[in-house]
């Protein structure tokens, strides 16, 4: 089986990890801080705190703005299902904003749409999580002008894009969002095993979410109500978790972070190299926008359903019996059952449904040989038939 993505641990990975754990810190030591500070200073953002996922990432992003009960959180369809659940973790009610037909992206201009009817009705969102689905970052400088107008916060949901880059900036510079969160998960461009990250360059909102991953509790006199007690002293001054990076994992991450930029340029190589050879086959390609320099987590093909005879899950499970491991990422989340539930109906968000109907994502990872590429390819011309 060729999987869809699959992580590199090299010797140098290895030896970094077995030194930590010969070291007098496993948790609560000094490659968390460095691992901060290399992804930040990496694409240029102020500060920088590592969580145990991007989940979490996303639950002290929203706490840290502010998301509570009465208020609305905006994002994709198409993204995993934790982007819109850490809206519902803080109480807020979730909604959806449907995506651009060329980059599978939250569309701005349905946005637009959708915020002059929320501000006749009274239920502007609060916060919005702008999702980079396979890696392209969404159109930020439109989504941005949104937010001063409207007056709503933005996440970058940078889970799949580390190392991509909008108007040649590195995604993660907070040039146009409050904060950027990223995935460590071990099928993204690096890996930690587990592990997030979200990015800011506000001073207080880094301050809280640093407080947030790790119970509510600060050693630093300044945010305390009063003077120490001791040395020993600490105070619980927000209602936190226990989302801390181990030392374990920054030091994986700290090692994986030299070749991020390699990652990506062989990402880049092997989705050129898939453009060429799909050039004659019934499928559409992914669409790079040219402002943007994805990160190229996934490689995603859409199935011209009209020019062929299989169905969308004929041509899918053609592939996994020839042992392609594909995917589909993902399923729109308002047709999840929870949300349903909750009202969303299938029809409401119809071009994230045809997405869903035609997507199929590939295998792309650093490691797929120029033959496992080519079986990719035959499997596949093999299943439109």
Same mark, same amino acid.
């Given at each position: ?217 600060? =050693?630093?006199?300044? #945010?305390?109500?009063?003077? /120490?007690?001791? %040395?020993?002293?600490?105070? *619980?001054?927000? $209602? ?113 449904? =045809?997405?869903?109907? #035609?997507?199929?994502?590939? /295998?792309?990872? %650093?490691?797929?040989?120029? *033959?496992?590429? $080519? ?11």
């Amino acid at each position: 089986m060729i999987p869809y993505g699959r992580q590199e641990i090299t010797d140098q990975d290895v030896a970094a990890v077995l030194e930590v754990l010969k070291s007098d810190f496993l948790t609560q030591g000094p490659k968390v801080p460095d691992f901060e500070r290399r992804v930040a200073d990496h694409v240029g953002a102020k500060h920088a705190c590592a969580v145990n996922s991007a989940t979490s990432a996303l639950h002290v992003a929203c706490i840290a703005l502010g998301l509570g009960t009465g208020d609305w959180l905006w994002t994709s369809p198409l993204t995993f299902v934790a982007s819109a659940n850490c809206g519902l973790y803080c109480g807020a009610q979730v909604d959806f904003v449907d995506v651009d037909p060329k980059t599978y992206n939250l569309c701005p201009e349905a946005l637009a749409k959708k915020l002059a009817k929320a501000k006749a009705e009274g239920r502007l969102p609060k916060v919005l999580v702008a999702v980079h689905l396979t890696g392209q970052p969404c159109d930020m400088a439109a989504i941005y002008e949104l937010s001063r107008q409207y007056g709503f916060r933005v996440i970058e949901d940078a889970s799949h894009a580390i190392g991509g880059k909008y108007q040649g900036e590195f995604i993660g510079s907070g040039r146009f969002s409050d904060i950027t969160v990223f995935s460590f998960h071990p099928v993204k461009i690096v890996t930690t095993a587990e592990g997030g990250m979200a990015l800011t360059n506000d001073d207080q909102l880094a301050s809280r979410m640093m407080r947030l991953r790790s119970h509510g509790i600060t =050693r630093d006199p300044a #945010e305390m109500t009063q003077e /120490p007690d001791g %040395p020993w002293y600490y105070q *619980q001054v927000d $209602l936190g978790f226990n989302y801390r990076m181990t030392e374990l994992q920054a030091a994986l991450g700290i090692s994986q972070m030299e070749r991020l930029d390699q990652y990506v340029a062989q990402r880049h190589e092997l989705a050129g190299r898939y453009d060429e050879l799909f050039q004659e086959l019934p499928v559409i390609t992914p669409w790079q926008h040219p402002d943007s320099y994805s990160g190229f987590h996934l490689y995603v093909i859409r199935l011209r359903l009209d020019l062929i005879s299989r169905s969308h899950r004929e041509v899918f499970e053609a592939l996994r019996n020839r042992g392609i491991g594909v995917n589909l990422h993902y399923i729109p989340v308002h047709i999840q059952p929870f949300y349903q539930a909750m009202g969303f109906e299938s029809d409401d968000f119809p071009e994230s449904m =045809r997405y869903y109907g #035609e997507a199929i994502s590939l /295998p792309l990872f %650093p490691l797929l040989t120029d *033959q496992q590429q $080519l079986e990719v390819v035959a499997a596949l011309k093999e299943a439109l038939t």
